[in-house]
């Protein structure tokens, strides 16, 4: 057995405070106004939506160019000084978080959507563009982009955490949908990862590298994706569950008979009161699953009849569906403000979310598990799933000036974690590592971890990009 | 503009004969008469499936166990001495040829399918599972492993290269089914890329990293990729066109109405021709689409129907579907024999065969400029294409001992290239890059290769893994 041969990743880089103000001028010089010290939008800019404490980088630099990107990264580099790029600041592990301080690039200004091409089904946009943004855009070529992953988050941000959302059990999730990425590399060369064909065997995949990346291996700037055609027809649909085994097994099933469901959603009884508290309705509060699913009229009623069938085998026989759009709209709008609803059930608190995936056969155990937790706990949660993925997210609904409640939350997260992965699940399914789960990371994939840093250790050599994020 | 900061590949190594010999002997006591140094064997594992010269290995090692991997890659590290990883040698680009000498590890007898998992719809296999192996172990349980790249491969070599075939336009490539790998790095760890969440936000995507990395960046030795329901019924069809266009246009329209089509091959009518001559039928001689269709008997009329329209509209008026299994074999026999019927039409030729990839929309400018030069040029050839994803191969019919024959070959697959690379496209949608696309890889992605060499140098310092290969 031979010493590990990987080099390690350097210390974040600490720049002396002349250094920084050194750099800060350069890129004063560079940038003009759009680069910005004041306090309030430092801190705007190291706060996400997560719990996790915010730590504001030293100054906010508006790039509206790859050049403009390209040039600010050669600064930093040539002072020392870390670089966390930013998109909209939706993030929920403090993935935007200036550990060490340095110099945050806010790509927001990069909004501009370079080339949408029909025939191909894809599109090329600039990294700061927004997932809504570039729906509305695309409305009238009867093309969407699918990818939902609540937040209206920008395809750079979402490319850098992998997103994925409601959608991923028929669409995929950022992996499967970005055919290739226009990246700033630590040395100030531009790459793009790959061309548009839809298949490659072309080399490393470089375009997953970055996918999922968090930032730590470079800057997106421009990020090229798949587009589907905006289906014919939409169905919605809610179905009531006598218990969690019974929904989940529903889940499996339509799975396993291949029925192409858009989206399936599972909501705990918790979750179901919260809704209807929050939006006036009247679900049975009982665990639930939401329904979607898109294609032709006839594909869809075909499909949507075979699921009842197979949730009332399951014992889950009020299977109501519509093509409806008002009330799929209104069905749709209660999952969607399933945040909010649970938040609402203790007013002023915070949720910390876990994001747990499991091979769709241990789902129900873990849930069951879990909820057998949560019962013995004194802290109020809910609890929904993409459940047609395997993940599932708990919302820990803490008081966040209660040390108590915080530490409740992460310890039961923590045996959700470890639950999940000793099932062969990982920590996180659609969230991403950011600085909160690098410790589950470790436990997880054990010795790959080296591979990831030999990976930042070869293109960061500085560690110059996003320090203390997933590594 | 800093100067590139990435560290480089190290040259080949370049043992000694004392060290060489040193490293054989350290390899017999391990593996017995399971380390050959007879001239076949290692001829034949220095030959793969392309025109490439081949070049043999010093020795073959004959590996059962994930264990042994990693002695022998301890042993091939101690005494610098390359390691060349071999499944089938189905490759189509010199992936396996012994550039450097060195030592090959079969994986061969490695061939047990270590866990069906029904319910979750994947399974492990060690690496030297055939897919063919695979969907018989399977047949019973309802389940079936769709990626089919023609040969009967080792799903450890699928994985290096990146594999798909016809089935990908419906079921994805390698990438996209590959759930999670065991990999022995060159250190002689073992660890597992992923663990078997569908979906993930877990870090860096290494299994992504090494699916596709031709044995360069370790020893893939267990495989876990998804399943999928065999389909409740099959529908074949196929179309005859009056031009190129017509045909490609069809498929762009299937594609684009959102239609799941399993399986659309196009075939140019000198392959009609070669299929006609082979199988004893009687096609019309000109651009042909071969269609599948999967699900139920309800949904896969509806489509086959649906494209017979779009057919129609393009000129293929003679659109011909049957569910029947006979009529359904005897179609899709004469497709996968294509290219021993092409070969057919030059006896004693051997196949050279391209395979660029390009956006849908450019799919027949493509075609058409490349038939245009196909048609001035003294050689034969013919076309097959997996067009549903805008992948194709022109097959040149060489005869191996002419210089001239592979000449001309190279330099119409030069320009087929170019023109796909120009189009945005790839110069390899499924083959991979082995010692033989090189050169068109560094024109395709420019300073990214700079990206794929510091990994490469980052997991594998000695540069001992196939070296030679994409780099």
Redesign the interface.
């Known amino acids: ?7 390690s990743v350097a210390p974040a880089p600490s720049p002396s405070a002349d250094a920084l103000a050194a750099c800060l001028d350069d890129l004063r010089s560079l940038l003009g106004d759009r680069l910005s010290t004041a306090q309030v939008i430092r801190d705007q800019h190291g706060r996400d939506e997560s719990y996790h404490t915010p730590a504001a980088p030293d100054a906010v630099a508006f790039a509206l160019t790859t050049d403009e990107v390209v040039a600010i990264v ?1 600064t930093c ?2 002072h020392g000084v870390p670089i966390i790029p930013f998109g909209t600041g939706t993030s929920l592990e403090g993935h935007i978080a200036a550990l060490h301080g340095g110099v945050c690039v806010d790509v927001s200004g990069m909004n501009a959507i370079l080339s949408v ?6 599109v090329t946009v600039q990294a700061g563009v927004t997932r809504k943004q570039l729906n509305e855009y695309l409305r009238d070529t009867g093309l969407f982009f699918p990818i939902d992953p609540g937040a209206d988050a920008s395809l750079g941000g979402m490319a850098s ?4 959302g409601t959608n ?1 059990v028929r669409y ?2 950022m ?2 949908n970005v055919l290739s990425l226009t990246v700033v ?22 375009t ?2 970055f ?3 968090e930032g730590t ?1 470079g800057i997106i700037t421009e990020v090229t994706v798949r587009l ?2 905006i ?1 014919e027809a939409v169905v919605a649909a809610v179905c009531p569950f006598p218990d969690v085994g019974a929904a989940v097994n529903t889940v ?1 099933d339509t ?4 029925i ?1 469901v858009a989206r399936v959603e599972f909501l705990d009884e918790n979750q179901m009161d919260a809704v209807n508290r929050f939006s006036k309705l009247s679900y049975a509060v009982t665990p639930t699953l939401f329904f979607e699913f898109h ?2 009229d ?2 869809i009623a ?1 499909q949507a009849e075979t699921v009842k069938e197979l949730a009332a085998a399951h014992g889950g026989v009020d299977f109501q569906w519509t093509a409806n759009a008002d009330e799929r709209d209104k069905l749709w709008h209660a999952r969607h403000n399933a945040f909010y609803a649970a938040l609402a059930l203790k007013p002023g608190s915070k949720g910390i979310s876990s ?1 747990t ?5 241990r789902l129900a155990d873990c849930v069951i598990e879990t909820k057998h937790d949560l019962q013995q706990s004194f802290l109020k949660s809910t609890m929904v799933g ?1 459940v047609g ?3 599932f997210h708990v919302l820990f609904l803490v008081d966040p000036d209660s040390p108590q409640d915080i530490a409740e939350a992460k310890r039961l997260n923590s045996r959700l974690v470890m639950r ?2 000793e099932m ?10 950011g600085h909160g ?1 690098r410790d589950y ?1 470790t436990h ?9 840093r ?6 960061d ?2 560690n110059l990009f996003n320090p203390g994020k ?1 590594i």
Chains 1, 2 share one sequence.
């Open positions: 057995m031979t010493a590990p041969l990987f080099a050669n580099s040539r091409r029909p025939a191909d089904m894809d955490t992998r997103a994925s991923a995929g999730t992996r499967e590399l630590a040395d100030g060369r531009v790459i793009r990862t790959a061309r548009r064909a839809r298949k490659s065997a072309a080399g490393y995949d470089l997953r590298l996918v999922g990346s291996l589907y055609g289906p499996i799975i396993q008979l291949g192409p294609g032709s006839e594909a075909a994001d995936c499991v091979p769709i056969s993409h993925d395997g993940n999940a992965i062969d699940g990982t920590c996180t399914g659609e969230h991403g590592i789960k990371l997880e994939l054990g010795d790959a971890m080296d591979v990831m030999a990976v930042k250790a070869a293109l050599p500085q997933i």
